[in-house]
């Protein structure tokens, strides 16, 4: 009796729901004729949002001399951090011939924003999603981990918006205004030729001023040491801007937006008592008015 008694207690508890086990899964997906993506285009941020209902919102985003990046913004928060999620590409039901790409294990991050990646990543995130595919991110809920979430972000619907965002993506500066707001550029002694290191630093510039129609007025300020007359060191500071203007019009940069003038030897940086001062002291400036 012992032994049938024993057996059907062991046959009860075997029946008995495991707490440990996948207790079901939850799929968050805007309905195919429900899919909307946005485009967002300002002068100095782009974005492209989709809505996840009940879920959050994936948005891909890049700001003047940022880079892209993505971001799900979720309406319950992670709760830890450093858990992983599997990230895939999979094609729609109706495209059997194309396979599906897996693109490895991803970190959460706790609080609002538990998956954010980097440029590389959402370049082939939004290249996967031009092509028509499906992406997919799988974890286990935050909660106690007995669910099995997926994530999809579907590829349809998606060409118009992000056309318009490449399109914003192409017009941003590739630096910030506050890279090249004041610079300056030094001289040898008695010269106004521009080296290689300056010339390379102007192309830098011109590139940001042609992506910038914002700025409306490039000052330049020459500047000399007190070696010589006070004369040839105007003459001398009046060459050294004129140098660095010439250099940004072949660029591109409109003559009409500079601003030029030469304060020669009258407003030293530095003392002219020494070399390293009088080094300082040969000099052009370069401020960009908004």
């Keep these: 009796m012992r032994k049938i008694a024993l057996l059907i207690f062991l046959l009860f508890v075997a029946g008995l729901p495991n707490h440990r086990a996948v207790a079901g899964s939850q799929h968050y ?172 630093r102007l192309d830098k510039l011109a590139m940001y001023l042609n992506s910038d129609p914002s700025v409306k007025q490039i000052v330049i300020e020459g500047h000399t040491d007190n070696i010589g007359r006070r004369r040839s060191n105007d003459k001398l500071g009046t060459r050294r801007s004129q140098a660095i203007k010439q250099y940004l019009a072949g660029k591109g940069i409109a003559s009409n937006k500079f601003k030029l003038s030469s304060w020669g030897e009258r407003r030293p940086k530095a003392s002219n008592r020494t070399d390293q001062g009088r080094a300082l002291n040969r000099r052009a400036s370069v401020t960009l008015n908004r």
Aim: hydrophobic share 35%; glycine share 6%; aromatic share 10%.
């Design 29 to 200: 997906q805007a309905p195919l004729d429900g899919v909307r993506w946005q485009a967002s285009s300002q002068k100095r941020h782009c974005s492209l949002t989709h809505n996840i209902p009940l879920y959050g919102q994936a948005n891909f985003a890049q700001s003047e001399g940022g880079q892209l990046g993505f971001t799900l913004r979720v309406k319950r928060h992670a709760t830890h951090s450093g858990g992983h999620a599997r990230l895939r590409s999979l094609p729609p039901e109706w495209k059997h011939q194309v396979d599906a790409v897996d693109l490895g294990e991803v970190t959460v991050h706790k609080g609002e924003q538990p998956f954010r990646f980097d440029a590389p990543l959402s370049r082939r995130l939004l290249a996967e999603l031009q092509k028509g595919m499906f992406l997919t991110l799988s974890y286990r809920d935050w909660a106690d981990a007995r669910d099995r979430v997926n994530i999809t972000l579907p590829g349809i619907h998606i060409k118009p918006a992000l056309d318009e965002f490449i399109t914003c993506l192409s017009k941003l500066p590739v630096y910030l205004f506050a890279d090249f707001k004041n610079i300056e550029l030094r001289f040898d002694f008695g010269k106004a030729s521009l080296t290689k290191k300056d010339r390379n």
